[in-house]
């Protein structure tokens, strides 16, 4: 599965994420960095319908795994959801940015 979390103004560049076990409302994803995983646990934790959300690396060299639960919604409209609201914080943050020039 890739997810593309760049528009806009910015590179194009898809994200290559490996599900690792998807039911329901329970997901694990390996995600490429840190840096997403982080991202998306904090706007996951967000959401009044995901009841776990954290991610794990059991060694510095390995990819970190995502496991997301939900009441009430799918984990994977979950994650959508999130990122679609990380996508807007963006563009928000970019368009205020360009403002300043």
């Given amino acids: 599965m890739e997810v593309n979390l760049f528009r806009k103004g910015f590179q194009n560049k898809n994200m290559e994420v490996k599900i690792l076990m998807s039911e329901k409302e329970e ?15 904090v706007y996951l934790n967000k959401d009044e319908g995901v009841t776990f959300a954290a991610w794990r690396r059991l060694h510095p060299t390995d990819r970190p795994v995502l496991k997301v639960k939900t009441k009430g919604k799918t984990a994977k409209k979950a994650i959508n959801d999130a990122i679609s609201v990380i996508t807007k914080d963006l563009d928000k943050t970019l368009e205020d940015f360009k403002k300043l020039k």
């Fill in 27 to 41: 997901i694990e994803l390996e995600l490429e960095n840190l840096t997403m995983a982080e991202i998306l646990r």
